[in-house]
């Protein structure tokens, strides 16, 4: 369990790869532990109990994805709570600024949360090692996805009015996310070294912006498969 | 995961031990869920990342067990929301009113919450047939007793002014359980066949009081254990 994998003990060597881990590793698994104590709690104000447990489900897997971070950064030698504690004031921010209103906030949330990760880690594997990249790809299941975007299509098919108010609360959802993302570019280096990596030296707020205009490029592209204006 | 064990199977075919299972189960199953939801939000409050992450992973171990106990429903051809939905006003009702002010009394909840379930379940084993009673004593393990046992002594010990404030906690607590466990009592016949089982004709009311006095006089014995007035 807390054994480092081969292919990546190379790299490993290389102080700077191990501090960008460490980093990486650090942002995920805060992410992954806020996620499972946001979605459990939100879980409680589900229209049926179906849809309550559904969410309990995802939330323990969040939980699940934590424990192998973790795991990854114990065989690194780094304890879990050091790498995570400077990511803690970004995420907690972002999560205080975007409190659902209800159930179905909650869900676009959830949908937004793990389109975003999925896209931003999309964006950084080729960058990674091959284990770190196997690590996230068992991280980031097509299915948690599916279901909640299968759950909103029934929810907005049932309710058009829904369609307005959750349109305007992706925008803000997002907006908060990217505002997060470059803050955590900026406080740290290791998103601004990723995003350069191989394109010479650009201030770190530069080399992040790609990034975010990708990811507000892919979270329209939902919006409007969803029927929604992004 | 869903065939119904062959010795249950038997007592199966007695519908009226059905019936008592099912609503054994139902409350079982609300009750693990609830405590899931309230656990892992309440983790959120935690002094350090550490018990943070200690509260998430026995929120976890609520998840699993509420699984648990839906396959075995399952497995009897009984769907777990239907089962569920009868103990659900008396279950929200205790979490309603004995919303944590802090992370200990959270901590002395999860701690009270437990004992009280465990000794519950310890005084119905003996009139259960051999398979609930192995599902019963997996869910109800040990360990998690005395992880919150053991967090709660090195809080007091930390900070000898929170024993007065925790044993009114207690108190109210225990309070709270008693009304609701009589509630269900004298709203489900299952509480009352259960205790009156071969004693003859009594009120529901009347069967489930020695079971409160024996839950009251239990959890006074554990907080003589912490030091704390209960």
């Not at 780094?78 to 909650?106: C, K, L, N």
């Amino acid at each position: 369990m807390t054994t480092v994998p081969s292919a990546a003990a190379s790299r490993l060597a290389d102080a700077g790869y191990r501090r960008f881990l460490t980093d990486l590793f650090g942002v995920m698994a805060y992410g992954e532990l806020s996620a499972f104590e946001r979605l459990s709690f939100d879980a409680r104000f589900s229209p049926t109990l179906h849809d309550r447990t559904t969410l309990g489900r995802m939330a323990v897997a969040e939980f699940r994805h934590y424990e192998l971070v973790s795991e990854r950064l114990a065989g690194m030698g780094t304890d879990v709570e050091t790498a995570m504690a400077p990511f803690q004031p970004a995420i907690d921010a972002y999560h205080q600024r975007t409190r659902p209103g209800d159930w179905y906030e909650s869900l676009m949330k959830a949908y937004v949360n793990d389109a975003i990760s999925a896209d931003f880690y999309r964006t950084v594997a080729d960058r990674l090692d091959p284990d770190t990249r196997e690590l996230i790809g068992r991280i980031h299941e097509q299915e948690q996805g599916d279901v909640l975007l299968g759950r909103l299509r029934t929810a907005l098919a049932e309710d058009p009015a829904l369609g307005s108010r959750l349109a305007l609360w992706g925008r803000r959802l997002v907006g908060e996310a990217l505002i997060q993302t470059q803050r955590i570019g900026v406080e740290h280096s290791f998103l601004g070294e990723l995003m350069r990596d191989g394109r010479g030296a650009q201030q770190d707020a530069d080399a992040v912006a790609p990034l975010l205009s990708r990811l507000t490029a892919n979270h329209s592209r939902r919006m409007h498969a969803l029927g929604l204006t992004a």
